[in-house]
């Protein structure tokens, strides 16, 4: 990939930035003109989402990467609930839960830590870092697919359902169920999600899978019924061929389905380069969420550039004094605010095993509501802000 067409192709798409107030309503309007937002539970309107944490993890099944850091390991329904109530009884309506397919996702118990808590849950399609399949990825069937068929996977799982997670069960000793280590969702009293579930959601006639029925269409794969409503991808400091057909698939499934690409950005990596890659692959700005620029890019003045281009700006640095203090982070929302783009900044908390409170971890995820918010104070962390950072721009951003 040549770097600098690429970049070229990004400065090509710039659009102009509202300068000085909040910043003008771009793309979509007042009103969202009969978009929807893919949740795990059905379609909603871009009205419905309420009150949005773009950046969670609700639950991620063992496997390569919680192998070195435990913290990646949320395994227990029972746990996440209490977490997740916690999060709806402050106010919180809406979380995206950013695992992709085969990185531990299980898309059955995003349904029914939804259905349970009455929060709506967008999932994700796509990939992850390398190390989260093991071995750098090496030999791991699901990267060495090429681009169409993981372009397909991945329009596949917004359209019709979200594949099952197989690739670690091969080497679960146990065998085991793999829903719940150690407690069930029915200790909280709930329905939960009967295993397929019934029929819900799809109105868009793709293809469905019939009831909910798993069905296998792809090599002893199941397919689940609960459908991704954007396609997370993760931005390295190396950029490979590997990279570059990951990061084309996802380009390609967002222009079929519409929705977004959601990038990690890790520390060293170039966001302006993969922004050019995507541009000239025809993916729009505002189909685009960089997502922990603050801990990953020193300089706002990037950031502030990727708002301009027209790129959503997602900051999750909340009480991680090992990279910053909230001192810090909260200049660094203010400095985007005061630039006029309220209009393209959104907050979470990328929680991990250690930072859920319902598995004994230090702030849980009502956190935001309760404590950031009302530190970051009223004076310019508006009324009229809160609902830019945490309603309007998520619904803006994974509609389609
Ligand atoms: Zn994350």
Known sequence: MDMDSAKNA??????????????????????????????????????????????????????????????????????????????????GSAIADAQPTFTGRNAESLYKLSKECGVHVIAATGFH?????????????????GEMELAKIFADEIRV?????????????????????????????????????ERYGDSSGSGGSGGGERYDDSGGIDRTAYRAGFIKTALEPVFTELHAKLFSAAA??????GVA??????????????????????????RTIFCHLDRAVPDAGLHRELAEWGAYIEYDTITRDGYHSDAEEARLIRGMISCGHADRLMLSLDV?????????????LDHMIKNFIPYLG??????????????KNPAKAFAI
């Open 252 to 257: 390609r499934a967002s222009a079929d389905t």
């Open 352 to 364: 991990t095993r250690k930072r859920l409170r319902g598995y004994g971890g230090q702030i849980g």
């Open 378 to 391: 009223t004076d310019w962390m508006c009324a009229e802000i809160t609902q830019k950072l945490f309603t």
């Open 10 to 91: 990004f400065a090509g798409q710039r659009v102009s930035a509202t300068k000085g107030g909040h910043g003008a309503d771009a793309e979509t309007g007042t009103a969202h003109g009969g978009k929807r937002i893919i949740t795990v539970a059905g379609d909603i309107k871009p009205e419905e989402l309420g009150f949005c944490q773009p950046h969670e993890h609700l639950y991620i099944e063992g496997g390569p990467a919680s192998e070195i850091f435990p913290q990646l390991c949320i395994d227990d329904l029972y746990r996440t609930v209490l977490d997740l109530r916690a999060y709806k009884k402050a106010g």
């Open 129 to 145: 870092k390398l190390f989260y399949y093991g071995e750098g990825g090496a030999g791991n069937p699901f990267l060495e697919l």
């Open 161 to 197: 359902g979200m594949y099952a997670s197989p690739f670690y069960e091969d080497s679960r000793a146990d065998g085991g169920d793999r829903s719940c280590d150690s407690g069930c969702i029915e200790r909280c009293g709930g329905s939960g999600g009967s295993s397929g579930g």
């Open 261 to 286: 690409i959601m990038i990690h950005v890790d520390k060293g990596a170039d966001p302006l380069r993969i922004a050019g890659f995507l541009a000239e692959r025809g993916v729009k700005p505002e």
